[in-house]
């Protein structure tokens, strides 16, 4: 046994040694790695069955569970944080029983062959930072149209026009159709001169008022110039709010999808 | 530096020694568990930094990345499988970049002080069986109405009458309003007559044929007698097939869900 504190390593500990070590790890509220041969009950909403395997599984600090295969990025079993545990050696197997109350959960990791046992005081005060893509913040505004401005309302997105492909397609709270093109950093002339090409396209096909908004997180100087000339409009947008929308919109249930799409049939 | 194939640990090592190491274990396609204090970067569609921290980067056999921090479920940062990995030592740090080619994506893992480096040869053939919940057939038959006969259309689930919550709610191809009642496991006699209930329930209100379906994996002995007696109809659904209509239906794409969105709008 390898313990130079806050980090712990058992190499092939018996089944008796793993129970203890990770009892000792849970009640101290360390992150801690098992690698071994291992099956997997889980009841809840659902049930399922994982037979024997070699696995690593990850209890981390917060009482989050994952089991991971050597194979794909997606753990095959898992539970978000604030599980209980119980850990007991029985019948020759390491048993780790993850238990949740709202919902009702149990995940059992029974494991009869241990190669190691690893209990890591992780200290992680770092930052994460994101920045959305031109896409996220396209997608961020599908979400939400009134990021571009009070009252816009879509119509279509990527839409073909002579020159290239618009961002966004829409209609303003006035009833004028609207151009909206999207740049992920500061937008120069090009990008003004890039949408008044859009606004022009539709023009010449539309008997109806085109307004063209620059939507950008700001625009180099003298761009406002170039755009108050092409009366366009800008708009300023933080990718890292689009970003945030966007993590938050992937994390809706299924069922706020359905619930929507149920509002609008029935 | 415990070397038990195929399992090995290296406690400790040097930016060097873990370089080799994990080298020599990508060429070998082994999964490899990184621990120690790292920052990441990420730029593709868009791009990403995360501030040093103590954390558990995990490679495996098929290319793919996670970094797991020490509170959360999710990684902070990951790549599906198919990376091509580039390791070297360099200014006293180990760079671990994980490079795609479609879409073009890159993460660079530095580690300055790496606490574990461990290279395992995971044996696992283990078949992991997804049992559904009534909850996820129900969902299954939202996505697909097919599952309940051909040309059902949905009205509603969940809707309320008089004894309670009807699961499934809709017409028929001969435009007969019709009930579903779900169970997961083997139907009894007891879910014929709160399917029966349901549809009286129903028929009381409106001027218009009412028909009631159960769905389930089977039927009790005794139970399609009384089902033909009260008129109700049986429809064999496996929940596995559901549970798997369900995760196709997870992994699809945002994007898909705004085209499908955009076509009734346009």
Redesign the interface.
């Known amino acids: 046994m ?1 313990n ?1 504190k806050p ?1 712990t ?1 058992l ?2 500990p018996s089944v008796k040694e793993a129970a203890n070590a990770i009892n000792a790890a849970v009640s101290q509220r360390r ?1 801690i ?1 098992v ?1 071994g041969d291992c ?1 997997v009950h889980y009841s ?13 599984l ?1 209890i ?3 009482g ?3 089991v ?6 997606e ?2 079993n ?4 604030g599980c209980i545990f119980h850990i007991q050696a029985k019948d020759n197997a390491l048993e780790i029983h993850a238990v949740r109350r709202k919902p009702a959960e149990s995940v059992k990791v029974f494991f009869d062959e241990i ?2 046992v ?1 209990a ?1 005081s ?12 031109e ?2 913040m396209q ?1 961020a505004i ?1 979400l939400e149209p009134s990021l571009v401005e009070e009252g816009f309302k ?4 990527e839409k073909k026009v002579e020159p290239g492909f618009v961002d966004v397609y829409g209609v303003d709270k006035d009833g004028n159709l609207v151009v909206v093109e999207i740049k992920r950093k500061t937008a120069g002339n090009d990008a003004a001169l890039q949408l008044a090409k859009y606004v022009d396209a539709i023009k010449s096909k539309v008997n109806r008022e085109v307004r063209g908004i620059l939507v950008a997180p700001n625009i180099a100087k003298g761009v406002q110039r170039l755009l108050a000339t092409l009366q366009l409009d800008f708009k300023a947008l933080d990718p890292q709010k689009c ?1 945030g929308i ?1 993590k938050r ?2 994390t809706r249930k ?2 706020t ?2 619930k929507k799409d ?1 509002s609008e ?2």
């Not at 809840?44 to 395997?53: D, I, N, Q, V, Y």
């Not at 991971?68 to 990025?73: E, I």
């Not at 898992?78 to 944080?81: K, T």
């Not at 992780?122 to 893509?133: K, R, T």
Request: hydrophobic fraction near 40%.
């Open positions: 390898l130079s980090f390593v190499v092939k992150t790695l690698i099956w809840g909403r659902a049930s399922s069955k994982l037979e024997p395997g070699e696995r690593i990850i981390k600090e917060d989050s569970l994952l991971h295969r050597s194979v794909g990025y753990p095959v898992w539970q978000p944080p190669h190691m690893s890591l992780l200290v992680d005060s770092g930052e994460f930072s994101l920045y959305a893509s896409e996220d997608k599908l879509l119509i279509s997105y970003a966007l919109s992937k299924l069922e999808f359905f149920c049939n029935c």
